[in-house]
Nanobody, 123 residues
Framework: QVQLVESGGGLVQPGGSLRLSCAVS????????IGWFRQAPGKEREFLAA????????YSSDSVSGRFTISRDNAKNTVYLQMNSLKPEDTAVYYC????????????????WGQGTQVTVSS
């Protein structure tokens, strides 16, 4: 059974940091790129970052550039999203997803999704 399970979300003050984890099971991680997305209430799903088996990475636009870092540990079947200098506008549900073939920034191309973890940035 394919599973992606996100963890590490929570409430953090502006300027703080969180590290999200995406633990995968039921498929071979090295054959998939893993992407992180988020969705805030009333907004469209937004691509944040993705990484492949060779540690090739892609990040979204300026909204997270330089603040978010994606990494993966194939031995642990886990992908991470380190988020620094968090802002209130980063508040959203964060999702990880697995992609076999397709465009990394296109959520519709992804094969499997996790259930999401809530991140709230507030003082």
């Amino acid at each position: 059974q394919v599973q992606l399970v996100e963890s590490g979300g929570g409430l953090v003050q502006p300027g703080g940091s969180l590290r999200l984890s995406c633990a995968v099971s039921g498929f071979t991680l090295e054959y998939y790129a893993i992407g992180w997305f988020r969705q805030a209430p009333g907004k469209e799903r937004e691509f944040l970052a993705a990484i492949d088996r060779n540690d090739i990475r892609e990040y979204s636009s300026d909204s997270v550039s330089g603040r978010f870092t994606i990494s993966r540990d194939n031995a642990k079947n886990t992908v991470y999203l380190q988020m620094n200098s968090l802002k209130p506008e980063d508040t959203a549900v964060y999702y990880c997803a697995a992609l076999n073939v397709g465009t990394w920034s296109r959520g519709d191309d992804y094969d499997y999704w996790g259930q999401g973890t809530q991140v709230t940035v507030s003082s």
